[in-house]
Nanobody, 124 residues
Framework: QVQLVESGGGSVQAGGSLRLSCAAS????????MGWFRQAPGKEREGVAR???????TYAQSVKGRFTISRDNAKNTLYLQMDSLKPEDTAMYYC??????????????????WGQGTQVTVSS
């Protein structure tokens, strides 16, 4: 059974940093495309960052240059380092895992496993 458990969310002032973690069990995080998504109140869930099996990364334009996705295969853990946070980054952040190696062309429907989410709140 695949389980994804996020941690690291919290409240921070604008300009601050947070590091989200996603510990995977029952799943080999290094073999597939994994990603971070977020959903703000009243908005649709959107992709934030993805990393494929080969370490290739893609980011939403809104977070490019501020967020960094990474993975520790030995710990089977996915990370999202968030710097220069803005109030518009406030959302519930979700870790997601797919069964495809490449992230290109993957839709949210390709991510069959989701964590419970961790709240990030950025105040101005």
């Amino acid at each position: 059974q695949v389980q994804l458990v996020e941690s690291g969310g919290g409240s921070v002032q604008a300009g601050g940093s947070l590091r989200l973690s996603c510990a995977a069990s029952g799943y080999s995080s290094g073999d597939y495309c994994m990603g971070w998504f977020r959903q703000a109140p009243g908005k649709e869930r959107e992709g934030v960052a993805r990393i494929n099996r080969y370490g290739g990364r893609t980011y939403a334009q809104s977070v490019k240059g501020r967020f960094t996705i990474s993975r520790d295969n030995a710990k089977n853990t996915l990370y999202l380092q968030m710097d220069s946070l803005k109030p518009e980054d406030t959302a519930m952040y979700y870790c997601a895992a797919s069964l495809v190696s490449w992230c290109n062309g993957a839709t949210q429907g390709d991510f069959g496993y989701w964590g419970q989410g961790t709240q990030v709140t950025v105040s101005s």
